[in-house]
């Protein structure tokens, strides 16, 4: 079966720094998808980036990108030039050949002006 | 983007009782959706696949006779939580399938707060 590995609790990160989330995960597939999702205090989910396994090339959206190493299973997520609204809890997650998101533990990302 | 919806947003009931949560797309149709149980500060733990026209499939360790799951239309499924105990006071959130493009892209509802009395 398929696991996440979310290593980082908690980090803290200076409005306008640069923040990575760690995220590790176990398959055996070749072929599959990994997201990152925030959920603010509202707790509404939101996507915040994917990533198909089968592209070498590391996905970005704005201020979001992601370092995708596939040998290594890992694929952390990098938050440039962060802001007050970046604050929430981040979940790393996988989705398996049957569609179903199995999830990291999350981090909850704090922000500090 | 695709919106999904679910009601109520809050209930409270009492122990004992049955409670009903509905989960419904509301721009696109949903031959599958997802039902996720999420406690404080924890990640969400996959419940049950609901599929139009069949039964549900639940993961390991879930009692199918405890949260009944009914997916009667491309656009609708429920959730009921049978007998409630406080145990089963949770945060529990919907998402649905979209099927209409490649990636097949899971939308998340904003989650219904239970609370058992």
């Known amino acids: 079966a398929q696991t996440v590995t979310q290593s980082q609790p908690e980090m803290s990160v200076q409005e306008a720094e640069t923040v990575t989330l760690s995220c590790t995960y176990d398959t055996s597939e070749s072929d599959y998808y990994l997201f990152w999702y925030k959920q603010p205090p509202s707790r509404q989910m939101i996507l915040v980036i994917r990533q198909e396994a089968y592209k070498q090339q590391n996905a970005t959206e704005n201020r979001f990108s992601v370092n995708f190493q596939k040998a290594a299973k890992s694929f952390s997520l990098k938050i440039s030039d962060s802001q007050l609204g970046d604050a929430a809890m981040y979940f790393c997650a996988y989705r398996t050949t049957s569609n179903k998101l199995v999830f990291g533990a999350g981090t909850i990302l704090r922000v500090k002006s | ?117």
């Open chain 2, 1 to 117: 983007g695709a919106v999904v919806s679910q009601h109520p947003s809050r209930v409270i009931c009492k122990s004992g009782t049955s409670v009903k949560i509905e989960c419904r797309s509301l721009d696109f149709q949903a031959t599958t959706m997802f039902w996720y149980r999420q406690f404080p500060k924890q990640s969400l733990m996959l419940m049950a696949t609901s599929n139009e026209g069949s039964k549900a499939t639940y993961e390991q360790g879930v009692e199918k006779d405890k949260f009944l799951i009914n997916h009667a239309s491309l656009t609708l499924s429920t959730l009921t939580v049978t007998s409630a105990h406080p145990e089963d006071s949770s945060f529990y959130i919907c998402s649905a399938r979209d099927h209409s493009g490649s990636l097949y892209e899971q939308y998340f509802g904003p989650g219904t707060r239970l609370t058992v009395t």
